[in-house]
């Protein structure tokens, strides 16, 4: 689950730094320092990723980000997809998960694992890493290019059309670094799915 600060907020009454749900705005806590309040929100996401999620161990869920803005649609009776350079080759800082590294190893491992479909599922596009709400579309192939990881996306029509009138800003992938199955076969490198965002926590990673 995403989480942002908010400087002011109205659910801290003595606090200027709050610590938040970044799908509901749900309070998580608040702090004399923006430090503090960043210490809080990296202490939520080394949980999440250290938890269990689905079937797997949980992963990253906000990585490289990529800027939407542009994307060219294919139409085929009606409905839209496009390629999305998800996950480029080379190693970037992120302050809550430490260095993110993908080499061509790892790329052929995310994109295989896509293509047999390892997880028994198409990979999910959500709204702001909110994996229970509607979807916004559906990986349903990938590639491991000299670049990087490419992933072959479905969009749902409100979703495409969002995207055309900007509505929508940018892509972040969502990966588990181990994932295991429900009969116990560990799997290295699995495409969790991705979201759409207009406030990536990871600036400082949009190409």
């Known amino acids: ?4 600060i908010v400087s002011g907020s109205s659910k801290c009454d003595s606090k200027p730094f709050a610590v938040v749900k970044e799908a509901d705005g749900h309070l998580i806590g608040c702090h004399e320092t923006r430090d503090d309040a960043l210490r809080q929100m990296a202490a939520l996401y080394a ?4 938890g269990m999620s689905e079937g797997g ?3 990253v869920t906000a990585s490289y980000i990529i800027d939407v803005e542009g994307l060219v649609f294919d139409e085929n009776n009606g409905v ?8 480029p080759i080379g190693q970037y800082k992120h302050p809550l998960y430490g260095t993110i590294d993908i080499n061509a190893e790892r790329a052929k491992n995310f994109a295989e694992g896509v293509k047999i ?4 599922i198409d990979p999910s596009i959500n709204y702001v890493h909110d994996n229970n ?31 055309t009138e900007k509505k929508w ?7 588990a670094d181990e994932w295991e199955s429900p009969e116990g076969k560990k799997f290295k490198d699995v495409i969790l799915g991705g979201a ?3 406030r990536p926590f990871m600036k400082n990673l949009v190409p």
Do not use: C, Q
Request: net charge positive; charged share 25%.
């Open 133 to 163: 709400n509607v979807a916004a579309g559906w990986v349903k192939d990938a590639e491991n290019r000299v670049d990087g990881v490419w992933l072959f996306v479905e969009w749902v029509a409100d979703a495409a059309k969002a995207i």
């Open 1 to 4: 689950m995403p989480y942002k």
């Open 47 to 50: 949980s999440e990723r250290h």
């Open 117 to 120: 479909k390892v997880r028994g």
């Open 196 to 198: 759409l965002t207009n």
């Open 57 to 59: 161990i949980m992963g």
């Open 169 to 175: 800003r940018y892509f972040s992938a969502e990966y």
């Open 80 to 87: 839209k997809t496009s390629w999305v350079h998800a996950l």
